[in-house]
């Protein structure tokens, strides 16, 4: 269970960040793309019981983390009624309306940072349908905030995270 909380939090900055990618690779990315190296990623999300805190070691590579937000964007448009990107004052904000499984999910976030040496980003988003036959509503709130550490990974390979006490998982 850990492992699959440590992935959802991690991957939420990865979706977030590929949340307005162009409809064609040649077009020019609406969002920051986090750069090459390592990063530490510390992540606290809350659905209602108190925020949960992650914090993780993350080897990012240039061209996986390009066609990781290809990819995001292109199910965004797939799976969104609405889709709006704006950038104001160094902060971009999205928007969203989605629909997945029989559940729609409304979000609003907001990216700052440079993504060269920081970042910060707040994902606000409600989930509501059925789970089981049952009606559900999750109201969730993700912080996280990353810090550039060197531009070599260590022993980590691109897309791998790892916690503090050395358990590595794929997230990208």
């Given at each position: 269970?850990?492992?699959?909380?440590?992935?959802?939090?991690?991957?939420?900055?990865?979706?977030?960040?590929?949340?307005?990618?162009?409809?064609?690779?040649?077009?020019?990315?609406?969002?920051?793309?986090?750069?090459?190296?390592?990063?530490?990623?510390?992540?606290?999300m809350d659905e209602g019981k108190g925020p949960r805190q992650t914090v993780l070691t993350m080897c990012i590579e240039a061209e996986m983390e390009k066609k990781t937000v290809l990819a995001s964007g292109a199910e965004h448009r797939a799976n969104?009624?609405?889709?709006?990107?704006?950038?104001?004052?160094?902060?971009?904000?999205?928007?969203?309306?989605?629909?997945?499984?029989?559940?729609?999910?409304?979000?609003?976030?907001?990216?700052?940072?440079?993504?060269?040496?920081?970042?910060a980003v707040k994902i606000e988003s409600t989930t509501s349908g059925a789970a089981r036959g049952q009606p559900v509503s999750v109201k969730r709130t993700i912080l996280q905030e990353g810090k550039y550490v060197a531009p070599s990974c260590g022993d980590l390979?691109?897309?791998?995270?790892?916690?503090?006490?050395?358990?590595?998982?794929?997230?990208?």
């Amino acid at each position: 269970m850990q492992r699959l909380a440590t992935f959802i939090l991690v991957t939420a900055t990865a979706a977030c960040l590929a949340a307005a990618a162009p409809v064609a690779a040649e077009e020019a990315l609406d969002l920051p793309l986090r750069k090459a190296g390592q990063w530490q990623l510390t992540t606290a999300m809350d659905e209602g019981k108190g925020p949960r805190q992650t914090v993780l070691t993350m080897c990012i590579e240039a061209e996986m983390e390009k066609k990781t937000v290809l990819a995001s964007g292109a199910e965004h448009r797939a799976n969104c009624s609405t889709y709006e990107v704006k950038k104001v004052n160094g902060t971009t904000t999205v928007d969203a309306a989605c629909a997945y499984d029989q559940r729609t999910v409304k979000s609003h976030t907001e990216m700052s940072g440079d993504f060269q040496t920081a970042f910060a980003v707040k994902i606000e988003s409600t989930t509501s349908g059925a789970a089981r036959g049952q009606p559900v509503s999750v109201k969730r709130t993700i912080l996280q905030e990353g810090k550039y550490v060197a531009p070599s990974c260590g022993d980590l390979q691109a897309g791998e995270a790892k916690d503090p006490e050395g358990r590595k998982v794929m997230v990208q």
